[in-house]
Nanobody, 125 residues
Framework: QAHLVESGGGLVQPGGSLRVSCVLSNYISETWQIGWYRQAPGTEREAVSCTNNDDGETAYADSVKGRFTISMDNAPNTVYLQMNSLNPEDTGVYYC??????????????????WGQGIQVTVSS
């Protein structure tokens, strides 16, 4: 069973930056896709960005385009989300999720099979 662990969350001021990481372990497959999601209180979980370890394709939610960048380090299997120009609307619990289907679709339409435990990101002055 795949194991995902997020790290790097915390409190940041509006306009600031933060990088969160997701480490994938205990998963044997040549190709996979990982997406970053977030959930604010009282809202549904939404996709933020996604990428795969096959062709490196990426996708972003419109709300974060130009501010967030997703990247991957294959050794180990780590996916980063660099978040710049943060605003209070970016506040929420950030989760990474694994889809065994590696093709990146628009708006990160994914069928997540495994989730990380989530980390809190708070943007506030």
């Amino acid at each position: 069973q795949a194991h995902l662990v997020e790290s790097g969350g915390g409190l940041v001021q509006p306009g600031g930056s933060l990088r969160v990481s997701c480490v994938l372990s205990n998963y044997i497959s040549e190709t996979w896709q990982i997406g970053w999601y977030r959930q604010a209180p009282g809202t549904e979980r939404e996709a933020v960005s996604c990428t795969n370890n096959d062709d490196g394709e990426t996708a972003y939610a419109d709300s974060v385009k130009g501010r967030f960048t997703i990247s991957m380090d294959n050794a180990p299997n780590t996916v980063y989300l660099q978040m710049n120009s943060l605003n209070p609307e970016d506040t929420g619990v950030y989760y990474c999720g694994l889809d065994t289907f590696a093709v990146v679709l628009p708006a990160c339409l994914m069928n997540v099979a495994y989730w990380g435990q989530g980390i809190q990101v708070t943007v506030s002055s």
